[in-house]
């Protein structure tokens, strides 16, 4: 089972900043934090991922909260094409196994 | 390059038949899988192979029988296909570095089968 709980969906006006959230209140301390996102129906795309601290990459920042508890993904400026469904993945450290929830379906709005 | 290739990418079959599905990465990845999404479009994870050796086989029915052949491929054969196979069948491969610590999951483009 997943460990991780999503909005169902969520829209965003285009230009503005998308953040979505992500509870993962029985998360391990060797537990990483994932985002991946699937536009339409093409193969899932991985995004970013942290341990403790917050991260930022070209495509997104992740904010994690200080008891790992919960995190936020963050598109700085979401385009119509990020309009995709949206994982946050909980994996254990030193395990290959990835366990996918039912995710955010985020619709940018123009 | 594509990354992961799976093929065919579209497979319509009947029901009772055996069909097999092919993916391959050009990475240099040690670690390749296979994941199911269905029509209410969860994805679960069937199979793992670490090179070549089965390291995750979840509660998928023995109709379905995956093989690696080398650390680059991994396929996916199905006997006695049913409806409810019917889904997109999404690889994987992804690396694990020296501290023993997996990296992220890179997907190839689903193969969405269709069993009649």
């Known amino acids: 089972d997943a460990k991780t709980t999503q909005p169902t969906s969520m829209d965003c006006a285009e230009g503005r900043a998308a953040n979505l959230p992500c509870n993962h209140s029985?998360?391990?301390?060797?537990?990483?934090v994932y985002w991946y996102r699937q536009i339409h129906s093409q193969g899932p795309q991985y995004i970013i991922h942290?341990?403790?601290n917050n991260e930022t990459n070209e495509m997104a920042s992740l904010i994690i909260t200080e008891d790992r508890k919960s995190s936020t993904l963050i598109l700085p400026h979401a385009t119509l094409r990020d309009t995709a469904v949206y994982y946050c993945?909980?994996?254990?450290?030193?395990?290959?196994?990835?366990?996918f929830g039912t995710g955010t379906r985020l619709k940018v709005l123009a | 390059d594509t990354a992961v290739s799976q093929t065919p990418k579209y497979l319509v079959t009947q029901m009772g038949n055996d069909k097999s599905i092919k993916c391959e990465q050009n990475?240099?990845?040690?670690?390749m899988y296979w994941y199911k999404q269905d029509s209410k479009k969860f994805l679960k994870i069937m199979f793992s192979?670490?090179?070549?050796?089965?390291?995750i086989n979840e509660t998928v029915p023995n109709r379905f029988s995956p093989k690696s052949p080398d650390k680059a491929h991994l396929n996916l054969h199905i006997n006695s296909l049913e409806l409810g196979d019917s889904a997109v069948y999404f690889c994987?491969?992804?690396?694990?570095?020296?501290?023993?610590?997996?990296?992220?999951?890179?997907f190839g483009e689903g193969s969405r089968l269709t069993v009649l």
């Open positions: 994987a491969s992804s690396q694990v570095d020296r501290g023993g610590t997996t990296g992220e999951l890179f």
């Open positions: 029985t998360i391990s301390g060797n537990e990483y």
């Open positions: 942290g341990l403790k």
């Open positions: 993945i909980v994996r254990v450290t030193g395990t290959y196994k990835y366990i």
């Open positions: 990475l240099g990845h040690d670690t």
């Open positions: 192979y670490n090179n070549k050796e089965l390291i």
